[in-house]
């Protein structure tokens, strides 16, 4: 779910999507959710109390600035949509795809901790439907963006930030 908002954040603020941009995307999205998993499976057989501790961090601040940096870009008077910024490339692909994927991370470590054998399975069915939904979640933020504008991209970098906090008190609150 935090890869379709986010890939609906990413269509609001590209407006015009490209078959290049869906692929890319849906790809990194795909492979990020499949491998945090594993990664997170290795690392919680080996430090699982210590990585747990950090992994809510690190997805609520590289949500809230990519949120920020969205929310500040809405108010911002420009000649395109975006700002010239393509969330699909770059250090923007691998900030959106390592935040989307940190909660998989989780799961991978505390499938670790409890000496679980199959994490491969779970991490491919976990990573085709990530790229589904990033897929879907494109273009549906394209059409959001191409109705309501501006307002969108607001809204969209609003949502990045809550998904951000969303994670930190779900981890306070179990």
């Known amino acids: 779910m935090d890869a379709l908002a986010v890939s609906i954040a990413a269509?609001?603020?590209?407006?015009?999507?490209?078959?290049?941009?869906?692929?890319?995307?849906?790809?990194?999205f795909g492979l990020f959710q499949f491998l945090m998993p594993v990664i997170g499976y290795l690392a919680g057989r080996a430090a699982g109390p210590w990585i747990e501790s950090y992994d809510r961090w690190i997805a609520f601040s590289l949500l809230s600035f990519v949120g920020g940096?969205?929310?500040?870009?809405?108010?911002?008077?420009?000649?395109?949509?975006?700002?010239?910024?393509?969330?699909?490339?770059?250090?923007?692909?691998?900030?959106?795809?390592?935040?989307?994927?940190?909660?998989?991370?989780?799961?991978?470590?505390?499938?670790?901790?409890?000496?679980?054998?199959?994490?491969?399975y779970p991490g491919v069915v976990i990573g085709i439907v990530a790229s589904v939904f990033t897929a879907a979640g494109l273009h549906l933020g394209k059409r959001l963006g191409n109705v309501f504008g501006r307002r969108m991209e607001l809204a969209g970098g609003v949502i990045l930030i809550a998904i951000g906090v969303k994670i930190l008190l779900l981890h306070y609150r179990g």
Do not use: N
Request: aromatic share 8%; net charge positive.
């Open 11 to 28: 269509g609001i603020v590209l407006g015009t999507v490209s078959a290049r941009q869906t692929f890319r995307l849906a790809f990194h």
């Open 69 to 120: 940096k969205m929310v500040f870009e809405s108010f911002r008077d420009g000649v395109g949509k975006s700002g010239g910024k393509d969330p699909t490339r770059g250090v923007s692909l691998v900030v959106l795809s390592v935040a989307t994927s940190i909660d998989a991370f989780a799961v991978g470590v505390g499938l670790g901790v409890l000496g679980d054998k199959g994490i491969v």
